[in-house]
Nanobody, 122 residues
């Protein structure tokens, strides 16, 4: 019904930058919040950053000042610009979207992307 397709992960040296993208497609009336989460080996999935439809943002303390989340509403796309990357940022990064559907009535559903690997070498 809805697909989230992520891109932009890869291998980078410490101090480098990467930009992740996530595009939502399918049966979408509108998208409220979009966000990025990550999961490192042996750890639980954690919030990285979120952004509302109006552009309000929220960041994990560990990435404040280094990562920037943004979105293009007409394209149903969210981005994560990651600068000054550290080895601790190594994880699989997942896109998340809260989507409003309409089918006789309105209802919300949350979706996850398949994940994209980010590896930061020291």
């Amino acid at each position: 019904q809805v697909q989230l397709v992520e891109s932009g992960g890869g291998l980078v040296q410490a101090g480098g930058s990467l930009r992740l993208s996530c595009a939502a497609s399918g049966s979408i009336f509108s998208i409220s919040a979009m966000g990025w989460y990550r999961q490192a080996p042996g750890k639980e999935r954690e919030l990285v950053a979120t952004i509302t439809g109006g552009g309000s943002t929220n960041y994990a303390d560990s990435v404040k000042g280094r990562f920037t989340i943004s979105r293009e509403n007409p394209k149903n796309t969210v981005y994560l610009q990651m600068n000054s990357l550290k080895p601790d940022d190594t994880a699989i990064y997942y896109c998340n979207a809260e989507i409003l559907h309409y089918s006789s009535t309105f209802y919300n559903s949350a979706y996850w992307g398949q994940g994209t690997q980010v590896t930061v070498s020291s």
